[in-house]
């Protein structure tokens, strides 16, 4: 009875710890405030809530199976297992990505000058709107995948850059 009350103990104090961690690294790279380690905690912890959740369905088993009894219960499971199984099929374009991010992969890829076209705006204009971010461009024929390469950011940090409020065209 003892070992039972530690495990419970154990098991839900490493379930709801790991949970609290999970959820605020999942909202943050949600938002793409993956700084840090945080994409790194999140997996890590992601094992540990498993660990956890299993220890407490197990502990909890009459409960859990209780779940499945009510048609409410039931329902939920259902749907939430469903959209699971449906996050795994692919979507959009050819490596399964959807077509906006296949767009910007694209748009990576394209020289400054481009990116300035697309935007509608003076590629000189864009060199010093980044440098006065702090992003070193050497020449508007650079990819922004090599600006963000040069400077240590990602992509999306250059976009960030360029979309930022003082940069918005008027």
């Not at 990116?115 to 709107?129: E, F, G, H, N, Y």
């Not at 922004?144 to 850059?161: D, F, G, V």
């Amino acid at each position: 009875m003892n070992d039972w009350r530690r495990l419970r103990t154990w098991a839900g104090a490493l379930t709801i710890g790991s949970f609290i961690v999970m959820s605020v690294t999942g909202i943050l790279m949600f938002f793409h405030l993956n700084v840090g380690m945080i994409k790194l905690a999140h997996e890590g912890m992601s094992w540990l809530f498993v660990l956890g959740a299993v220890l407490h369905v197990v502990i909890n088993w009459r409960a859990f199976l209780g779940y499945f009894r009510t048609p409410l219960g039931a329902v939920i499971i259902g749907i939430l297992v469903l959209v699971g199984a449906v996050s795994f099929l692919p979507v959009g374009g050819p490596h399964g990505r959807p077509p906006f991010m296949e767009i910007m992969g694209a748009m990576e890829q394209a020289s400054l000058e481009l990116v300035a076209q697309v935007l509608k705006r003076d590629p000189q204009t864009l060199i010093q709107q980044l440098q006065a971010q702090g992003i070193q461009v050497r020449q508007p024929t650079q990819t922004l995948a090599e600006i963000a390469a040069q400077n240590q950011k990602h992509s999306m940090e250059i976009w960030a850059a360029l979309f930022s409020p003082q940069n918005r065209p008027n």
